[in-house]
């Protein structure tokens, strides 16, 4: 069979069937084999123990997968409580030392960004994209909502507040004339 068409691990089980071969035929350990090739005559003993080797390295390879695998599936069982705790603690680190920048750069944090109002352009702009988007929408369902946007161009117009007189003040009316008796005549009803 080609070497190069065996796995690993039926090299290794071959390996230990040719050991168990050598140690039943070649009952001298130091017989030397000579070998066909360029490979150096060896006693039984380096012979099986150059196997031995392989199927040590298949064992040791095998366990370390098996360790690998172990650990691997601690760490993925484990991950959810520990993220958690990661987070608790980061949010007290946060709390306790909110304003102390250079407290945060400690743990490794930076001070959370404070949030830029907007300014009354932008809110009008967001309130005339929200109203169209409602407008194309119409009354669909909440899934089919999700799918449309409305890509509306915005222009705010501003128009300055004019500065409006204030009106003069009322001048009185003359006085009525008096009337011969001395009494003042009274002005007609306004109807």
């Given amino acids: 069979?080609?070497?190069?068409?065996?796995?690993?691990?039926n090299r290794a089980t071959r390996a230990g069937q040719l050991i168990a071969g050598a140690r039943k035929h070649f009952a001298n350990g130091?017989?030397?084999?000579?070998?066909?090739?360029?490979?150096?005559?060896?006693?039984?003993d380096?012979?099986?123990?150059?196997?031995?080797t392989l199927i040590d390295n298949r064992a040791a390879s095998t366990a370390a997968r098996a360790t690998a695998t172990d650990t691997v599936a601690t760490e993925?069982?484990?991950?959810?409580?520990?993220?958690a705790f990661m987070n608790a603690f980061e949010g007290l680190v946060r709390i306790m030392f909110a304003t102390d920048s250079t407290a945060l750069a400690d743990f490794g944090l930076q001070p959370r960004k404070q949030p830029v109002p907007k300014t009354a352009t932008q809110k009008a702009a967001a309130a005339a994209?929200?109203?169209?988007?409602?407008e194309?929408?119409?009354?669909?369902?909440?899934?089919?909502?999700?799918l449309?946007?409305?890509?509306?161009?915005t222009k705010l117009v501003v128009t300055p507040l004019t500065t409006v007189e204030a009106p003069a003040p009322a001048v009185p009316a003359e006085a009525p004339a008096?009337?011969?008796g001395g009494a003042a005549a009274v002005p007609p009803p306004k109807g």
Avoid: H, I
Wanted: net charge positive.
């Fill in 76 to 83: 993925v069982a484990a991950l959810p409580a520990l993220a």
């Fill in 129 to 134: 994209k929200a109203k169209a988007t409602r």
């Fill in 136 to 146: 194309l929408r119409g009354t669909t369902g909440p899934k089919a909502k999700k």
């Fill in 46 to 52: 380096a012979a099986c123990a150059e196997l031995k």
């Fill in 1 to 9: 069979m080609s070497t190069t068409t065996q796995s690993k691990g």
């Fill in 148 to 153: 449309v946007k409305a890509n509306v161009a």
């Fill in 30 to 44: 130091t017989q030397v084999l000579t070998f066909a090739g360029s490979l150096a005559n060896v006693t039984v």
């Fill in 178 to 180: 008096a009337s011969p």
